[in-house]
């Protein structure tokens, strides 16, 4: 039989043995749950990561769409570069279909008389060429514009007709014609003829509101002496003349007029009311 002593040193010894394994066992538990939880851990982590991302950029596509974009109204139209803006345009007035390139004017200037002895001028392609008598070398009449505008206040166009004729070697003549259309055939309502250069020439022609007012150069001329009045000649106008013209219901009739100084040191032309923004 063992002693007392050894006994209890074995009995020590076994408790130490089993303690020793115990602990051991509860190291590894404690290291498999440590091990899970940073297992865990991770996963959280991993989730909320992507949950910011998702978050950050869903608010940058909210900030981009936030801006409103301008679109245009149905009822407006972009154009560019325009030279006039036209809401509702109306469609071609019947008077546009004439065509004012084959056509007869009435014969002017009104205190020559014609070479070919009919007191017309007749265009074809809008040109009129006739062998010329006495002093000139030739005559010719083309079309130099026409322009459309409503100048009687009655909601239609009017066409405004310019007919220029020149005389060899340099001499120049214009005529303006207003028409109307009456049963759809043109009428004329009237007629104005300018001179030459500064001695009455064509400056300008508009139209301003239902008004023709037209521009020629105005120079006088001194008939004692047989010439022109000091310091002036045909090329260099020092004024002109701006006439108003309006509808009274049965004729143009002149309703204002003044003399201006001329501006530039020559006659030259201005323009037609086809050359006006709306006016064509």
């Not at 004439?98 to 009104?110: A, L, M, Q, S």
């Not at 030459?196 to 023709?212: I, N, Q, T, Y």
């Amino acid at each position: 039989m063992l002693g007392a002593s050894e006994t209890s040193s074995s009995a020590i010894e076994a408790i130490s043995v089993m303690f020793m394994a115990t602990g051991k066992e509860q190291l590894r538990a404690h290291i498999d749950r440590l091990g899970r939880f940073l297992c865990i851990a991770q996963v959280v982590l991993a989730l909320t990561t992507v949950s910011c991302d998702t978050r950050s950029s869903g608010a940058g596509r909210n900030n981009s769409a936030s801006v409103p974009t301008a679109s245009p109204s149905p009822s407006m139209s972009i154009v560019k570069n325009p030279t006039q803006v036209i809401a509702n345009p109306s469609p071609a007035s019947p008077i546009r279909k004439i065509d004012f390139k084959n056509f007869t004017y009435p014969w002017y200037p009104t205190d020559y008389t014609p070479p070919h002895g009919e007191r017309k001028i007749t265009l074809r392609d809008g040109e009129m060429k006739v062998d010329a008598a006495k002093n000139t070398d030739r005559l010719w009449a083309s079309l130099a514009n026409v322009s459309y505008a409503d100048l009687t206040g009655d909601g239609k166009e009017e066409a405004i007709v310019t007919v220029t004729t020149n005389f060899d070697p340099n001499g120049s003549v214009a005529c303006i014609f207003v028409y109307t259309l009456r049963s759809d055939e043109p009428k004329l309502l009237w007629s104005h003829e300018t001179g030459d250069r500064a001695d009455g020439g064509l400056r300008s022609l508009r139209v301003e509101g239902f008004d023709l007012v037209v521009e020629q150069y105005d120079i006088k001329f001194d008939r004692a002496k047989g010439s022109y009045e000091e310091g002036t000649a045909l090329c260099c106008p020092k004024r002109f003349i701006r006439a108003r013209y309006s509808w009274d219901g049965e004729h143009f009739a002149k309703s204002k007029s003044e003399t201006l100084p001329n501006e530039y040191d020559n006659a030259r032309f201005l323009g037609y009311p086809s050359d006006q923004p709306g006016v064509k």
